[in-house]
């Protein structure tokens, strides 16, 4: 007697695909759940990188690196000057206002003394800006895995330097929109431990910068719609007087005048059509949005896009002797 065998009817096999979908649809949200939860990881990693690397510069110059630095000789005086202080100083020195960002500065602290050595064959920041080639390769402590926008940018800056923060009242002047030099960086300004007397715990350094806020710094007829990356190897910003070189503060560090992940529009939109470019804020792509943190002691925090302005004000200030509550991130 032959057996009968007995298929999957299609009804129940409908029914299995249907099952397997659901497990599926609830599984995926847990599986991106936990990449996104490891590359928040992996960007605290890197400002922890970054803290270590300000605290060794700190104990081997006795100061903190500037937000960008430069030293030419002043055209016609033969005696080395800090460089471009105002416009006219760049006119006569035949330059465009830049320096080294804080993110060179820094690349003999991150194990990166290579690429440094590079840098300075070529004049360094001893040069008005020195044309110099970085190997294309990109640097890990600079990029935010979160951030894909840019993705094949090697040398897109994820990170930059807080030069402090406040309302209007408090600002170091106006062009492009309110700039501040309250707080650990500025150009050309190196800062001392001791000038930090609210405390190095309760000091911002560096913080996560969203990508959306890029803006547009190249020139040409059809800027991109959503702008070009500040990229870590181009000179940066270097005016006492950053109305002497407007637009280019945020190329390697930002304030705290703006909220995190700001979603003012004015700021939503290329460089060369925007009239706050020197405001973006700081921010990142993470799920729930805030951005990560190191401050000037070396620790790391998290701060959400919900943070009272006040406190997030007061922590971007080196000596605004605020008195944040101990509760305070």
């Known amino acids: 007697?032959?057996?009968i065998r007995r298929g999957f009817t299609l009804v129940e096999l409908l029914v299995v695909i249907a099952i397997i979908g659901v497990l599926v649809g609830l599984l995926l949200p847990a599986v991106q759940s936990a990449r996104e939860s490891s590359r928040r990881s992996a960007c605290q990693n890197n400002l922890k990188q970054w803290g270590l690397a300000l605290l060794t510069y700190e104990s081997a110059r006795k100061t903190y690196p500037p937000a960008s630095d430069v030293r030419v000789p002043l055209a016609g005086s033969?005696?080395?000057?800090?460089?471009?202080?105002?416009?006219?100083t760049a006119t006569a020195n035949g330059s465009s206002c830049r320096g080294a960002g804080l993110a060179i500065l820094i690349l003999?602290?991150?194990?990166?003394?290579a690429i440094y050595?590079?840098?300075?064959?070529?004049g360094g920041f001893r040069n008005a800006w020195a044309s110099w080639s970085a190997p294309s390769v990109p640097i890990p402590p600079y990029?935010?895995?979160?951030?894909?926008?840019?993705?094949?940018?090697?040398?897109?800056?994820?990170y930059y330097g807080v030069s402090g923060g406040g309302d209007t009242s408090q600002r170091a002047g106006y062009a492009y929109g309110d700039f501040f030099d309250n707080g650990l960086f500025m150009e050309i300004r190196p800062r001392k431990v001791s000038h930090v007397t609210d405390g190095t715990s309760k000091t911002l350094a560096v913080?996560?910068?969203?990508?959306a806020h890029t803006g547009?710094?190249?020139?040409g007829a059809s800027p991109p719609a959503d702008g070009t990356a500040s990229g870590w190897t181009t000179g940066h910003s270097e005016c006492s007087d950053p109305k002497g070189c407007p637009a280019k503060m945020t190329r390697g560090f930002r304030h705290t005048k703006q909220p995190i992940n700001s979603s003012d529009p004015r700021l939503n939109v290329p460089f060369s059509t925007s009239t706050l470019p020197n405001e973006f804020p700081f921010g990142s792509t993470h799920a729930g949005g805030g951005a990560g943190f190191v401050f000037a002691d070396g620790h790391t925090g998290f701060l959400s896009d919900s943070i009272d302005m006040t406190t997030y004000r007061a922590l971007?200030?080196?000596a605004g002797g605020e008195g944040i509550s101990a509760n305070a991130p």
Do not use: V
């Not at 003999?108 to 003394?113: A, G, K, L, S, Y």
């Not at 913080?207 to 990508?211: A, I, M, S």
């Not at 547009?216 to 020139?219: D, E, F, N, P, V």
């Open 1 to 3: 007697m032959t057996a």
């Open 78 to 88: 033969g005696t080395a000057t800090l460089h471009c202080t105002t416009a006219a």
């Open 108 to 113: 003999p602290f991150i194990e990166q003394q």
């Open 117 to 122: 050595s590079r840098f300075e064959s070529t």
């Open 143 to 158: 990029r935010c895995p979160s951030e894909i926008r840019f993705a094949t940018q090697w040398n897109k800056l994820d």
């Open 207 to 211: 913080g996560e910068g969203n990508p």
């Open 216 to 219: 547009y710094w190249a020139s």
């Open 316 to 318: 971007s200030t080196r």
